[in-house]
């Protein structure tokens, strides 16, 4: 075990169920209707724990839709009362008074609603009227003082909005917006998503409008890397914040809904599950020697392409595993390095 004492948990995504409201045309989980087997309370209750015990500082939860599932709110008050930040990603299309008062109650550090485009791209990608309903419960969230963002996916379409989507982001009360690239897993790949879009736009629009912003623009760590701006770019006011490479499996862990755990819960493939917590505890996968592997295992030799080349090679170890894995099966040559796609 002496070798993985320097893996230190930090952050997970949990996927509490992949029941949703929606079957969204790239959903990568191909979520809808809720497996049948997934984790009990009970089984939640204790994984709440397991994180606890690892040290774990912060929880993201999704789904599916995580209010789609009776017991979430019990779920999260067993992450706050052990001191993990939770924070909630949704699609915003459930939301009531009832949801509103119990995430106050929670003390949840903040809710994340996807909004993927104006209103005829994101209803064409999700469902009819769920723009409305995403707007409606950024409104909702802020006047019941819960911090709010908004998550983007990006593709070969809705690129080209960025602008007016900024304009329509303006007059609402967001404190931040990501960016972040639609992988080509899932329902994403089945229905062939136009995935692919210039990264060079993307940099350049958060370069133009993230100083006068009255919210933090950033991109997630699939799009970069190490350009003059890469500070601004994660989305710190600072300025100094940069990518450091894949957490998965080093600093991070994502958990499905039947207890697979993986280094990402962006890495939805069989291959990279290190294990189940219904027959293994989480200490006991996060400290094996043979988990997370592909990460732990990095030397800059495993690098292709022009990350091989790269000076910063090194440090960002090729980007993100998951896009790189889904987009062109090369883990360790990243196809959004804003560095390898210069124009």
Partial sequence: ???????????????????????CAYCGSKAGKAREDELTLEECLSVAGQLADLGCQRVSLLGGEVFMRGDWAEIVNALTERKIIVSIITNGFLFDQDILKRLKSLDVESVAVSLDGTEKIHDKYRQKGSYRRALSALRALHSAGIPVSVITTLNGENIFCLEEMYGILQKSPVFAWQLQACSPMGNASQNEIPYQFDVQKVIRFVEDYAPGAAFRIGVADNIGYYTESEGYLRGNLSGKACFRGCGAGLTSIGIDS???VRGCEAMYDDSFIEGNIRTSTLREIWESPESFRYNRGFTSELLTGKCRECAYGRVCAGGCRSYNYFAHGKLYESPLCVRNNTV
């Fill in 1 to 23: 075990m002496g070798e993985q004492i320097k893996y230190h948990l930090k952050s997970c995504v949990w996927e509490i169920t992949l029941g949703c409201c929606f079957s």
């Fill in 258 to 260: 039947i207890g697979n």
